[in-house]
């Protein structure tokens, strides 16, 4: 059995879930498989744990956060190499991947208390005898379930802004990355060893499904479109709120007035990073005439020069080969023409980077998430056409434009939940900017100011602090004080504007 198995396909011995290399299937390391009475377990050990950390205040979870988060920096480098024994990510890339995470939770942590902190409302005319005020409370547990992908960067961004709005988070890693899952809730034990604040609960996707089951106040998750539908349908039964970071096909738009040679750099890492296997990675890139030839002649040149095994590394989950290699062969089925790489690029378990040109719009490369090292470059008449292109899909995460006249007024008119404009990703590395999408790319936000409301609930209180004029909210009113409460509402409401 053990034979057949593809390198990086993780499996289950004797209760422990196994974890290899996707290019050399070398194990990476073990951990025991939670089942469902685990997973409940887990759950009320956090329900404790939460009411404790909760009780910390601001001040005191900002203090243990940043604590943490000088530890993940100190051991960045553990924390890659790790990494790259689990899901085979160069080195760099994991390193550069735990920077964007750390800079997110320094920023959940600093800016918790401005944010969810409790604030008086403006007084209103009406209702002017009592003072409001918001305030936002823990919602009690946050369950994080995560990919493989960036098995650091996407747990950490809910994981952080549940623990600054005061959660408990019970965490379920992807069966592909459950020691970099591990060690992130270890290196949380040491800083925080009193109550199990942060913990793991680790197997195989009915895990992630009891996860869903197990009571907690709300689910953060990250993964496939079609997963994502199938947490939000076990979610339903009980009405547990849901966050779906889900899949991508991120357009890159180059206009006439574009930097060619930044662009095709930021082309060939947006596209190429971690092998292609990025939600927020580019796809797709259409580009105006005028600098067409330009710009794909600069990607050929750029892209050409990676190395594989080296800049590109494996693909982490052996199935999603048989995606890439299908996507390419349709492309090229279909009258594409593979001006790098191509059919003979997929050499499991590496795939040399691809650009695809003349690749028809209703090939697989163009309408459904690749997650390989691929990039088609369609040419387009302007950037109306770039715009219509690049809506045309079902999902909405990111995207990028490169321009400088009109580049700021094309971005807007994408329909992603993010864009960067004369760069690619920048959006993930700011621990201000939320981070979610559209469509099929689910809804909800993970960082900045959004991400940290995501995780806790808005409360309103009232304060009375004078008499009320007018006896609105009472039996105890009389027929003349009626007869005000009509005129002062015309009063009020009844002009035009
Ligand atoms: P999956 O959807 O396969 O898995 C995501 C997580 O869900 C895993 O931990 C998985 O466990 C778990 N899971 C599987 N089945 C269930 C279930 N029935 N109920 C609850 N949880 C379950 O995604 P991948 O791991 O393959 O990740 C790649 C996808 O993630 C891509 O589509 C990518 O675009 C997307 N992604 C989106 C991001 C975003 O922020 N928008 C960021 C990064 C990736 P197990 O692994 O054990 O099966």
């Avoid at 001040?59 to 920096?73: K, N, P, Q, S, V």
């Amino acid at each position: 059995m053990t034979a057949t198995r593809a390198p990086g396909m993780p499996y289950v011995d004797d209760g422990m879930l196994v974890s290899t290399n996707p290019a050399t299937g070398a194990e990476a390391g073990r951990v025991p498989v939670a089942d469902e009475a685990a997973v409940a377990a887990a759950v009320e050990r956090a329900r404790t744990a939460g009411a404790w950390w909760a009780s910390l205040g601001f001040d005191g979870r900002r203090e243990r956060l940043l604590r943490w988060r000088a530890l993940l920096a100190e051991r960045i480098e553990q924390l890659a190499d790790l990494s790259h024994l689990e899901a085979g990510k160069p080195v760099i890339e994991a390193v550069v991947e735990g920077g964007a995470a750390i800079e997110h939770l320094d920023w959940a942590a600093r800016n918790a208390k401005r944010v969810l902190g409790p604030r008086r409302t403006r007084t209103r005319l009406v209702l002017a005898e009592h003072v409001g005020h918001v305030e936002h409370q823990p919602y009690g547990v946050i369950g994080v379930i995560g990919p493989w992908n960036y098995p650091i960067e996407t747990p950490l961004g809910p994981i952080g802004g549940g623990l600054a709005a005061g959660n408990a988070v019970v965490f379920k890693p992807s069966e592909y990355t459950p020691m970099v899952g591990q060690w992130l809730v270890e290196s949380f034990a040491e800083i925080v060893p009193e109550h199990p604040v942060l913990q793991a609960v680790q197997g195989l996707g009915d895990v992630g499904a009891a996860l869903c089951r197990s009571g907690v106040d709300k689910i953060a998750f990250t993964g496939s479109t079609a997963t994502g539908k199938k947490v939000m349908a076990a979610c339903a039964e009980t009405l547990t709120p849901v966050v779906i970071e889900a899949g991508g096909k991120d357009a890159l738009i180059v206009d006439a007035d574009a930097d060619i040679a930044a662009a095709a750099q930021a082309a060939v890492w947006g596209a190429m990073t971690n092998a292609g296997q990025t939600c927020i990675g580019i796809e797709r890139a259409y580009v105006v005439a005028p600098v067409y030839d330009e710009f794909v002649n600069a990607v050929v040149a750029k892209a050409g020069k990676l190395e594989v095994g080296v800049d590109i590394g494996p693909i982490t989950m052996p199935a999603q080969i048989d995606t890439i290699r299908r996507h390419i062969d349709d492309a090229l089925a279909r009258g594409g023409r593979a001006v790098l790489g191509g059919a003979g690029a997929v050499q499991p378990p590496f795939v040399a980077p691809t650009v695809l040109v003349d690749v028809p719009d209703d090939a697989a490369a163009v309408r459904e998430e690749t997650f390989g090292p691929t990039l088609t470059i369609t040419k387009v008449a302007d950037a109306d056409e770039a715009v219509a292109k690049a809506n045309a899909s079902r999902y909405g995460l990111g995207g990028a434009v490169f321009g400088k006249a009109n580049a700021v007024r094309i971005a807007r008119r994408l329909r992603s939940g993010m864009v960067s404009v004369n760069g690619t990703l920048s959006f993930v590395g700011l621990g201000t900017l939320p981070f979610g999408g559209v469509g099929e790319s689910g809804f909800g936000r993970i960082h900045g100011e959004e991400g940290l409301r995501e995780f806790s609930v808005a409360r309103a209180v009232t304060v009375r602090r004078a008499p009320s004029l007018l006896p609105t909210m009472t039996f105890e009113r009389t027929p003349a004080q009626a007869k005000r409460i009509v005129k002062a509402l015309k009063l009020l409401y009844a002009r035009k504007p």
